[in-house]
């Protein structure tokens, strides 16, 4: 099998969102054998890519440690691309302990990753690890780490596992964190596929507080192509990058944007702030991100627009 494959890589949490889209991009590539390892708890089958020969799906759970050492050894996995998490604003404030069980797949990851050779790991971070930020726009090395809510604090102890495997062990890694991904595979418990799935019913879009609350919202082809740039020219090895558009966009106007692309006549409505973990604002110093792509981003209402057209077929 190593002959006949340059790359074999795992994507743990490839039943997801960015995963999924990941993986497909990765297996478009016919020399590479790629692998998928999601337990579905999140994910949905719906989500996998096209079936090809070097693409395998295996169900089990990266929090597991006989489930990762035996996929990890019967494909000789020599790239991991671990995503896997749970997720989503309600669910992980629903439901911490899941959330902080997620600690065991990247010390899983990690550890097999450190016994088998493994090349690099590219690890899914978060814009939550920066918390309720104290400067603008987030630069990646420069911004203190602010995060209090376990999915925020297992995030960045999942950055803390690879930089210590790294500096104990030689394994190399790469962070990736990620501002707010969209896109038309999404889950509808998040912001964008909400309130498209509320618009397009025309059903009341409710927003927490007065939706001045700002988000920075990257496009899942922009987040993909940076992400696979990133690991086939072997950049920011060692290194920490985010992964993001910097435009600014409260909720209220995401809200209105949304309306005004689908012709909705859905109304908006206006709910209690959450208690914890909406944050005031996010915006990366994406610059990097930038010089890696060579090319403008999509920008958020060609994004919706091309929601929109998946949508309707």
């Known amino acids: 099998m190593k002959q006949k494959y340059e790359r074999h890589i795992l994507v743990t949490g490839g ?5 999924s889209a990941l993986a497909e991009r990765l297996s478009e590539d016919t020399s590479n054998l790629v692998v998928i390892l999601d337990n579905l708890s999140t994910g949905d089958v719906c989500k996998l890519p096209s079936p090809r020969p070097n693409l395998f799906f295996v169900e ?4 597991d440690y006989r489930t990762v050492l035996e996929v990890m050894t019967t494909y000789d996995i020599d790239y991991v691309f671990h995503y896997a998490a749970v997720v989503g604003v309600n669910r992980t404030q629903m439901h911490p302990i899941r959330v902080l069980e997620d600690l065991r797949g990247i010390e899983n990851i990690c550890k097999i990753s450190k016994d088998k050779g493994v090349k690099r790991v590219f690890y899914a971070s ?3 690890v920066y918390g309720d930020p104290v400067e603008f726009p987030q630069n990646a090395h420069n911004t203190p780490l602010n995060s209090r809510v376990p999915y925020a604090v297992v995030k960045n102890a999942g950055e803390v596992f690879l930089r210590s495997y790294h500096k104990e062990y030689g394994l190399d890694y790469t962070i990736f964190r990620f501002f707010n991904t969209y896109g038309p595979k999404q889950s509808k418990d998040f912001v964008i596929s909400k309130f498209m799935n509320m618009a397009l019913n025309n059903k009341p879009i409710s927003i927490y507080g007065d939706g001045s609350q700002s988000r920075t919202f990257c496009y899942i082809d922009d987040n993909i192509a940076a992400t696979v740039k990133i ?3 072997d950049l920011f090895v060692n290194d920490v990058v985010n992964i993001g ?4 966009t409260s909720v209220l106007e995401l809200a209105n944007i949304i309306i005004g692309i689908t012709g909705s006549k859905s109304e908006i409505v206006y709910l209690p702030p959450l208690p ?3 944050m005031k604002r996010r915006c990366p110093d994406n610059s990097d ?5 060579g090319r403008p981003l999509v920008k958020l209402e060609d994004g919706i627009r ?5 949508v309707k077929g």
């Open 15 to 19: 039943a997801g969102f960015i995963a």
């Open 60 to 63: 089990g759970d990266v929090n």
């Open 126 to 128: 978060s814009s939550e």
């Open 231 to 233: 690991a086939y020219n």
């Open 245 to 248: 558009n910097s435009r600014e």
């Open 276 to 278: 914890e973990g909406d």
């Open 289 to 293: 991100m930038l010089k890696v792509l």
């Open 306 to 310: 091309n929601i929109l057209k998946a």
